[in-house]
Nanobody, 119 residues
Framework: QVQVVESGGGLVQSGGSLRLSCAAS????????MGWHRQAPGKQRELVAG???????NYAESVKGRFTISRDNAKNTVYLQMNSLKPEDTAVYYC?????????????WGRGTQVTVSS
């Protein structure tokens, strides 16, 4: 099974920046799609940013121009650089990876990392 672990969350003031990391581990796996999602209290989980097949990048309208998703293939790691943070960005951020392992598709989620933006 492909394990996914997020890190980099924390408390930051409005206008500040954070970089989240998502590290994948396991054997004989490939990553086809990776995404960062978030869930604020009382709200549904939403896609923040995603990369499909290493080419197509999507962002939620609310984060365009402020957040950047990137990947390091050598490290099996995906990042989310978050700039100009706002209080409404406060949420638990989850990493999701999809691909194949031993020719079997997988869909793995991390446990999440808390991001809190104070006003």
């Amino acid at each position: 099974q492909v394990q996914v672990v997020e890190s980099g969350g924390g408390l930051v003031q409005s206008g500040g920046s954070l970089r989240l990391s998502c590290a994948a581990s396991g054997s004989s796996f490939s990553i086809n799609a990776m995404g960062w999602h978030r869930q604020a209290p009382g709200k549904q989980r939403e896609l923040v940013a995603g990369i499909i097949s290493g080419v197509t990048i999507n962002y939620a309208e609310s984060v365009k121009g402020r957040f950047t998703i990137s990947r390091d293939n050598a490290k099996n790691t995906v990042y989310l650089q978050m700039n100009s943070l706002k209080p409404e960005d406060t949420a638990v951020y989850y990493c999701n990876l999809r691909g194949s392992q031993y020719n079997v598709r997988y869909d793995s989620w991390g446990r999440g990392t808390q991001v809190t933006v104070s006003s």
